[in-house]
Antibody, heavy 123, light 115 residues
Framework: QVQLVQSGAEVKSPGASVKVSCKASGYTLTAYFMHWVRQAPGQGLEWMGRIDPNSGGTNYAQKFQGRVTMTRDTSISTAYMELSRLRSDDTAVYYC????????????????WGQGTLVTVSS | QPVLTQPPSSSASPGESARLTCTLPSDINVRSYNIYWYQQKPGSPPRYLLYYYSDSHKGQGSGVPSRFSGSKDASANTGILLISGLQSEDEADYYCMIWPSNAVVFGGGTKLTVL
């Protein structure tokens, strides 16, 4: 079965960078895009962007342009999300999410999620 | 990115129905989009429930009971999640989502309390 296992919690200082990993198993990493979604404490879901693990191509939400970098290492079936110039309001749980499609192949939805990685930004 | 508006909270009693709404901005026509719904309980990632485009184009997530259903109110430019026969286990946060082009947009979420 599909599993996405993320790296452990991180505590970072303002201005630092954090890199979160998402190891995929049960399928071939390059077969599906990987998305990243974050959730600040007590807040809603926020889409950050996606990577095509096959080509390495990325699309980032405008809000994170210039601060986020999504990469992958296909040899170890792992996707990464790095966020730089961290601020206190970047404190959140970060999820990787893999879309799946319906039988038509035209409708995609997120039905596979990592367990989440808590990133705390504090001085 | 567009903003999807959801009421912060809603409540209903067990056995009743809950109608959760997701209003799109006026420059985005709800008729043109699949509306996706997710359920999230504390400490867990979201769970995909369903999507709704029209009565002939909709889909249910794996293992999601049929008492969860979607619809649209085009006059209000709104997507709707209807939960019938409420159970205590339905108490959770519910998020709508659209997927325009190369971006994904979530609503702010509605906390559903089952009284």
């Amino acid at each position: 079965q599909v599993q996405l296992v993320q790296s452990g919690a991180e505590v970072k200082s303002p201005g630092a960078s954090v890199k979160v990993s998402c190891k995929a198993s049960g399928y071939t990493l390059t077969a599906y895009f990987m998305h990243w979604v974050r959730q600040a404490p007590g807040q809603g879901l926020e889409w950050m962007g996606r990577i095509d693990p096959n080509s390495g191509g990325t699309n980032y939400a405008q809000k994170f342009q210039g601060r986020v970098t999504m990469t992958r290492d296909t040899s170890i079936s792992t996707a990464y999300m790095e966020l730089s110039r961290l601020r206190s309001d970047d404190t959140a749980v970060y999820y990787c999410a893999r879309p799946n499609s319906d039988s038509s192949g035209t409708v995609y939805y997120f039905d596979n999620w990592g367990q989440g990685t808590l990133v705390t930004v504090s001085s | 990115q567009p903003v999807l508006t959801q009421p912060p909270s809603s409540s209903a009693s067990p056995g009743e129905s809950a109608r959760l709404t997701c209003t799109l901005p006026s420059d985005i026509n709800v008729r043109s989009y699949n509306i996706y719904w997710y359920q999230q309980k504390p400490g867990s990632p979201p769970r995909y429930l369903l999507y709704y485009y029209s009565d002939s184009h909709k889909g249910q997530g794996s293992g999601v009971p049929s008492r969860f259903s979607g619809s649209k109110d085009a006059s209000a430019n709104t997507g709707i999640l209807l939960i019938s026969g409420l159970q205590s286990e339905d108490e959770a946060d519910y998020y709508c989502m659209i997927w325009p082009s190369n971006a994904v947009v979530f609503g702010g979420g509605t906390k559903l309390t089952v009284l």
